[in-house]
């Protein structure tokens, strides 16, 4: 018999990742449909999430991309919170700061 798959609520899950701060907002977050389970729309905060899915959802002004890599069993310290996924997002690019072509020195 194939070995049962181990899974957690997705609005729990959102929350020992320390996505959420609260079971309330990560259930508030999924029902607007602002969440992703393997590209496919969630609108159910009980949704079952475990290892090997890819969760897609905003987070202030960037989308993050996470795949799940332990389902976790309390909302831990943040380092605690980080081993439970593999962040797939490619950092921000740096802005480069403008410089005068002249050089400091010669501002107005």
């Known amino acids: ?31 607007a449909g602002h969440v992703r389970v393997n590209g496919q729309r969630v ?10 899915d890819t969760l897609t959802l905003p987070q202030g002004a960037r989308i993050r991309l996470l795949r799940i890599l332990f389902c976790g069993t309390r909302r831990g310290p943040a380092a605690e919170a980080a081993a439970l996924y593999l962040d ?21």
Do not use: I, N, Y
Not at 7 to 31: C, N, Q, S, Y
Not at 43 to 52: E, I, L, S, W
């Open 43 to 52: 609108q159910r905060p009980a949704h079952p999430v475990g290892p090997g």
């Open 1 to 31: 018999m194939p070995e049962a798959r181990l899974t957690l609520r997705l609005d729990k899950w959102l929350v020992f990742a320390r996505v959420a701060k609260t079971r309330g907002t990560a259930a508030a977050l999924v029902e």
């Open 88 to 108: 797939l997002d490619a950092p921000p690019p740096e802005t480069p700061v403008p410089q005068s072509p002249q050089g400091p020195e010669h501002a107005s």
